[in-house]
Nanobody, 125 residues
């Protein structure tokens, strides 16, 4: 059973920081090719935040988070991270991690095969 479990969400004031984690399990014979973070605010569609190749060599970010968020991966722990700094109220959303068996800096939700349950992030002004 493939599982992605997010943690690290919470309530933070504007300008603060949070680090999200996504622990992957259940796929021991071959790593995922690509992993990503998405978010969904109330009443809005799920949107791309950041993506990383499984070996960590390639990353990309949504324009809205560039320079503030950093995606990383620890293959030894099968865990992906999203360091979020200088948070804004507009970053408030449920954050989801996702894994794909396909290669490339994938930005579309439909390109991902597995999803976590989401972790809420609330940024107060």
């Amino acid at each position: 059973q493939v599982q992605l479990v997010e943690s690290g969400g919470g309530l933070v004031q504007a300008g603060g920081s949070l680090r999200l984690s996504c622990a992957a399990s259940g796929r021991t014979y071959s790593p995922y090719a690509t992993m990503g973070w998405f978010r969904q605010a109330p009443g809005k569609e799920r949107e791309f935040v950041a993506v990383i190749s499984w070996n960590g060599g390639r990353t990309d970010y949504a324009d809205s988070v560039k320079g503030r968020f950093t995606i990383s991966i620890d293959n030894n722990k099968n865990t992906m991270y999203l360091q979020m700094n200088s948070l804004k109220p507009g970053d408030t959303a449920v954050y989801y991690c996702a894994a794909s068996l396909s290669y490339g800096l994938l930005k579309g939700p439909s390109e991902y095969d597995y999803w976590g349950q989401g972790t809420p992030v609330t940024v107060s002004s």
